[in-house]
């Protein structure tokens, strides 16, 4: 079945590590998102990416870093220089608006917890 | 100022009662998703309008574009409706969405 995966669903990271969260998806879509939950707040955007080898800053993306040397893969690092790191992390995706129409499609999301 | 407010936050209804959720929107539109988000965080999209009305089962969507609102019905609902249901907005030139905080529901056997 076409969808996006996450991975790992619950992480934790020490103090001063980066770690690397995953997303795939097969549904040949074009444009990928990585947003940001917390408790009581909208998701926020972090970073989105519409094509291979290039993606855009989100609304909070101080402290992150993604790449997109392949369509189907749009991998999330959160650095140390997040401060405030612990949140559930949601990747989706969608066709590009113009081209293939509007629907977005989440994974089932990556907690990540700092200890 | 958020893009999308939502109302209300939280709802708890009794088994069958029917059920409305508020969205509205303070910027020009693509189109308007309803989303539903269980408790083990994914989240599914319910419908995408950019006009009128949709009805799928149980639940009907509606949107007004000249007053920048949408609602969410949910007739005879039941403990299985119970989850966190998000209105998201997808801009004109369709690169970006935007998310209201969400409305938590309840639904007592």
């Known amino acids: 079945d076409g969808g996006i995966t996450q991975s790992p669903k619950y992480l934790f990271r020490k103090e001063g590590q980066n770690v690397t969260l995953s997303c795939e998806q097969n549904?040949?879509?074009?444009?990928m998102y990585w947003y940001r939950q917390d408790p009581g707040q909208g998701l926020r955007l972090i970073y989105y990416?519409?094509?291979?080898?290039?993606?855009q800053k989100g609304d909070i993306a101080e402290g992150y870093s993604v790449s997109r040397e392949k369509k189907e893969s749009f991998p999330l690092t959160v650095t140390s220089a997040q401060k405030n790191p612990t949140a559930f992390y949601l990747c989706?995706?969608?066709?590009?608006?113009?081209?293939?129409?509007?629907?977005?499609?989440f994974g089932e999301g990556s907690w990540l917890t700092v200890v | 100022k958020n893009e999308v407010e939502q109302s209300p936050q939280n709802l708890t209804a009794q088994e069958g009662e029917f059920i409305t959720i508020n969205c509205s929107y303070s910027?020009?539109?693509?189109?308007l998703h309803w989303l539903q988000q269980h408790p083990g965080g994914g989240i599914v999209s319910l419908f995408m309008?950019?006009?009128g009305k949709k009805k799928h089962g149980r639940l009907i969507a509606t949107i007004n574009i000249q007053e920048k609102h949408s609602s969410l019905h949910i007739t005879a609902s039941h403990p299985r409706d119970s989850a966190v249901y998000i209105c998201?907005?997808?801009?004109?030139?369709?690169?970006?969405?935007?998310f209201g905080t969400g409305t938590s529901l309840t639904v007592i056997p």
């Open positions: 989706a995706s969608s066709p590009l608006y113009r081209i293939s129409g509007n629907t977005i499609y």
């Open positions: 998201a907005v997808r801009s004109p030139l369709g690169n970006q969405f935007y």
């Open positions: 910027v020009g539109i693509s189109a």
């Open positions: 990416s519409q094509i291979v080898n290039d993606f």
């Open positions: 309008l950019s006009s």
């Open positions: 549904l040949n879509h074009d444009a």
